[in-house]
């Protein structure tokens, strides 16, 4: 019912108004999302990259139903990367995209060719692209697209989630050399029959898919803001003797800020996955419509700096 409420409330232009006035969705908004523009986008990741970490920058764009929203979506993307090239900080950036911002749900085709426009600028622009995961009826044609795209752009990223059954053998099945494979637990709401439900049957998948990633030759990108997680995940790159270099972790833009400048200064890899766009109202129901405990995830996180 929750869920369903929060769904109803992304819909609502009143709504969003209120929100967008409030003082605490004020601060929700600035603390999660680094702007509205490319430019906003441009001088966050500066400021990033400045204090030693890296960035991902995702142009938020979900919920597309037409494929000029799609074209909008792509035109964004090539237009901050060129813009991160001229700013000198394709060395420490690159994007995220998510394929139902470029259609996936009403052209398939279409979706993999504009994937294939923003891998070729990232390449030409001397960076990477990561291809987003999400729910659990996509999974396969996700999978599908990163590796047709990684037959011309090898570096191509991917998702995988622990909270799937399946993913322990998508981990097996991907983590070949070079792999760039971010690993993170899950955030939509999925059936029993696909996904695990309890927290700590999700934790266990977790830490099995790291092995696997560790213990080959993939790069492992582990997105998690889970303490336990971040120690394992520094306990088995030391039992599998890896270097610093071969692996990252990853942290949404506002949580946990002091954490990942503590994991910088410990040298290891952080990697700041960074929203923008103007769609932040619907991208933080959205966010808390897949799992409506995030609500008080959020609201404890805007109180904390740690």
Same mark, same amino acid.
């Given at each position: 019912?929750?869920? @369903?409420?929060?769904?109803?409330?992304? /819909?609502?232009?009143?709504?969003?108004?209120?929100?967008?006035?409030?003082?605490?969705?004020?601060?929700?908004?600035?603390?999660?999302?680094?702007?509205?523009?490319?430019?906003?986008?441009?001088?966050?990741?500066?400021?990033? $990259? !400045?204090?030693?970490?890296?960035?991902?920058?995702?142009?938020?764009?979900?919920?597309?139903?037409?494929?000029?929203?799609?074209?909008?979506?792509?035109?964004?993307?090539?237009?901050?990367?060129?813009?991160?090239?001229?700013?000198?900080?394709?060395?420490?950036?690159?994007? @995220?995209?998510?394929?139902?911002?470029?259609?996936?749900?009403?052209?398939?085709?279409?979706?993999?060719?504009?994937?294939?426009?923003?891998?070729?600028?990232?390449?030409?622009?001397?960076?990477?692209?990561?291809?987003? %995961?999400?729910?659990?009826?996509?999974?396969?044609?996700?999978?599908?697209?990163?590796?047709?795209? /990684?037959? &011309?752009?090898?570096?191509? !990223?991917?998702?995988?989630?622990?909270?799937?059954?399946? &993913?322990?053998?998508?981990?097996?099945?991907?983590?070949?050399? !070079?792999?760039?494979?971010?690993?993170?637990?899950?955030?939509?709401?999925?059936?029993?029959?696909?996904?695990?439900? @309890?927290?700590?049957?999700?934790?266990?998948?977790?830490?099995?898919?790291?092995? $696997?990633? %560790?213990?080959?030759?993939?790069?492992?990108?582990?997105?998690?803001?889970?303490?336990?997680?971040?120690?394992? !995940?520094?306990?088995?790159?030391?039992?599998?003797?890896?270097?610093?270099?071969?692996?990252?972790?990853?942290?949404?833009?506002?949580?946990?800020?002091?954490?990942?400048?503590?994991?910088?200064?410990?040298?290891?890899?952080?990697? $700041?996955? $960074?929203?923008?766009?103007?769609?932040?109202?619907?991208?933080?129901?959205?966010?808390?419509?897949?799992?409506?405990?995030?609500?008080?995830?959020?609201?404890?996180?805007?109180? @904390?700096?740690?």
């Amino acid at each position: 019912m929750l869920r @369903s409420t929060i769904l109803a409330a992304a /819909r609502s232009s009143r709504l969003e108004k209120l929100v967008a006035t409030a003082p605490i969705s004020r601060g929700l908004v600035n603390r999660y999302i680094a702007g509205a523009t490319t430019d906003d986008a441009v001088e966050t990741t500066r400021q990033l $990259v !400045g204090d030693g970490l890296k960035v991902t920058l995702d142009y938020l764009g979900e919920d597309t139903d037409t494929v000029e929203q799609a074209e909008t979506t792509r035109d964004e993307y090539i237009r901050v990367l060129e813009a991160l090239r001229g700013a000198e900080l394709t060395a420490a950036a690159e994007v @995220s995209v998510k394929l139902s911002a470029l259609g996936q749900r009403i052209d398939e085709p279409t979706s993999l060719r504009f994937a294939e426009e923003i891998c070729a600028a990232a390449d030409k622009c001397g960076t990477t692209v990561t291809i987003d %995961m999400e729910d659990h009826t996509v999974t396969d044609h996700t999978l599908d697209v990163v590796t047709k795209l /990684r037959e &011309t752009y090898p570096s191509t !990223g991917m998702v995988l989630q622990s909270y799937l059954r399946r &993913t322990e053998a998508d981990c097996k099945e991907f983590a070949g050399p !070079g792999s760039r494979v971010r690993l993170c637990k899950g955030a939509y709401s999925q059936p029993e029959s696909v996904a695990y439900q @309890s927290r700590i049957d999700i934790d266990r998948s977790y830490v099995r898919c790291m092995n $696997v990633l %560790m213990r080959d030759s993939a790069y492992p990108m582990l997105a998690t803001h889970d303490p336990r997680l971040i120690e394992i !995940g520094i306990d088995r790159a030391k039992w599998y003797d890896r270097d610093p270099d071969s692996f990252e972790f990853q942290m949404l833009y506002g949580i946990r800020p002091h954490e990942q400048l503590r994991l910088v200064e410990a040298g290891y890899q952080m990697r $700041v996955y $960074v929203p923008f766009g103007e769609q932040s109202y619907g991208y933080l129901m959205r966010r808390l419509a897949e799992r409506p405990a995030n609500l008080g995830f959020f609201l404890k996180s805007l109180s @904390s700096k740690k």
